[in-house]
């Protein structure tokens, strides 16, 4: 690919307009998508953090799951932050009952694994494939993948504390998952990782 991608940022609830920005300084182009229609011609899909249950209970209300789940199974690039992760994840714990995901990640994956909101913090996290640099991870409400299947690489665990070990950033082929929320933060590294799995696959 020689052009600017176009990815996609599900735009249904959530921090949109963060992952926007972070895309366009890795030099991709971005399109808010709200309708099965604003699917076509995508390269990739951003699904961001927010509010899970809500995102997936707006997605089926507005006939969105089943376009989105067929895209991402049939292998468009797909990066999920934080609520992105859960609707990544083929299985939830701590969510209710009637849950959908979009799914295709072999993880199974813990709403608000860490606490509620008064919970969320801050950590430097070691991700190889970024580089030596530690990366500056923004936890709210975040989860956390509690087991995963054989395809999946670890990208990334919490280093300290009390949740030390805790893994929090996955890849599987062409779906990539974090549960903190790296648009917060100024740092682009995740995005330009995502950026460049998808033109890889281009």
Not at 151 to 169: C, M, Q, S
Request: glycine share 12%.
């Amino acid at each position: 690919m020689t052009g600017a991608p176009l990815i996609g940022v599900l735009a249904l609830q959530g921090d949109v307009r963060e992952h926007e920005h972070a895309l366009a300084a890795c030099g991709a182009a971005t399109r808010r998508v709200r309708s099965a229609e604003e699917l076509d011609g995508l390269d990739a899909l951003v699904v961001p953090g927010g509010e899970s249950t809500t995102m997936s209970n707006l997605a089926l209300r507005w006939g969105l799951m089943e376009p989105l789940r067929a895209l991402v199974h049939g292998g468009l690039p797909a990066y999920g932050s934080c609520a992105g992760m859960i609707m990544l994840a083929d299985r939830i714990e701590g969510g209710r009952p009637d849950q959908e995901t979009i799914g295709g990640l072999d993880v199974t994956v813990r709403r608000n694994a860490f606490g509620r909101q008064v919970d969320s913090f801050e950590a430097d996290l070691d991700m190889p494939v970024l580089g030596d640099r530690p990366v500056h991870a923004v936890f709210i409400r975040a989860p956390w993948v509690e087991s995963l299947g054989p395809g999946v690489a670890v990208l990334g665990t919490v280093a300290a504390g009390p949740a030390a070990g805790r893994i929090v950033a996955v890849r599987q082929g062409h779906l990539l998952a974090t549960s903190f929320h790296p648009e917060l933060t100024g740092d682009t590294r995740v995005h330009e990782y995502f950026v460049e799995m998808v033109r890889e696959q281009a």
